[in-house]
Nanobody, 114 residues
Framework: QVQLVESGGGSVQAGGSLRLSCTAS????????MGWYRQAGEPRELVATI??????NVAASVKGRFTASSDNAKNSMYLQMNSLKPEDSGVYYC?????????WGQGTQVTVSS
């Protein structure tokens, strides 16, 4: 099984920045996909994807403000969030898909005040 632990959430004012981290542990087998989602209601929204080769992509709503990256040597992924807006508030989850299937972190709260 794979365990994911997020950190870095918090409360900031609009225009501020946060950096989320997600560290994976356990038996990771052929992880090909990592991603960040957020949830402020329903449904859970895809924010960023990171492929095993390091290529990443972010949703149109955060393009130019958010950057996703990974460090395979540390089994970690990151989400750098700049120019935060109140609508970016929510619980952010990291996910990883390997041969075991999808694994999710417990989520970290991000609150952006205007």
């Amino acid at each position: 099984q794979v365990q994911l632990v997020e950190s870095g959430g918090g409360s900031v004012q609009a225009g501020g920045s946060l950096r989320l981290s997600c560290t994976a542990s356990g038996s990771i087998v052929n992880a090909n996909y990592m991603g960040w989602y957020r949830q402020a209601g329903e449904p859970r929204e895809l924010v960023a994807t990171i492929l095993r080769d390091g290529r990443s992509n972010v949703a149109a709503s955060v393009k130019g403000r958010f950057t996703a990256s990974s460090d395979n040597a540390k089994n970690s992924m990151y989400l750098q969030m700049n120019s935060l807006k109140p609508e970016d508030s929510g619980v952010y989850y990291c996910t990883l898909i390997d041969s075991h299937g999808p694994s999710w972190g417990q989520g970290t709260q991000v609150t952006v005040s205007s």
